[in-house]
């Protein structure tokens, strides 16, 4: 079992900032997917971004076209934390964020996003004002 737990979410301005975190705990595989997504009322949920962690070989990042240039994803493996720093905030970028984790398999292709992932944490809400 797998828990995932966010953290840094709140309400900022558009052209502002935000980190967002994610503790896991429990017992990964050796390789995996880490990945955030976000959810706005009356929208179908959307991947943000994903990184493949493989101890031998260079961690793999894919983002959102929408989100590319502004989000940043990465993994700390000794913290076993996952991170995303968010710059130049738009209002579309309102939504609930969570992370989620696929396990036995680091690789992945463009269509990420919907695939089954296998845990997911229960999200931090970003809210961006114009």
């Known amino acids: 079992q797998v828990q995932l737990v966010e953290s840094g979410g709140g309400s900022v301005q558009a052209g502002g900032s935000l980190g967002l975190s994610c503790e896991v705990s429990?017992?990964?595989?050796?390789?995996?997917?880490m990945a955030w997504f976000r959810q706005s009322p009356g929208k179908a949920r959307e991947g943000v971004a994903v990184?493949?962690?493989?101890?031998?070989?260079?961690?793999?990042?894919t983002y959102r076209d929408s989100v590319k240039g502004r989000f940043t994803i990465s993994w700390d493996n000794a913290k076993t934390t996952l991170y995303l720093q968010m710059n130049s905030l738009e209002p579309e970028d309102t939504a609930l964020y969570f992370c989620?984790?696929?396990?036995?398999?680091?690789?992945?292709?463009?269509?990420?996003?919907?695939?089954?992932?296998?845990?997911r944490g229960q999200g931090t809400q970003v809210t961006v004002s114009s």
């Open positions: 990184i493949g962690v493989d101890p031998g070989a260079d961690d793999i990042r």
């Open positions: 989620a984790t696929k396990l036995y398999g680091a690789s992945h292709g463009p269509y990420w996003e919907e695939y089954d992932f296998d845990f």
């Open positions: 429990g017992r990964l595989s050796t390789r995996y997917l």
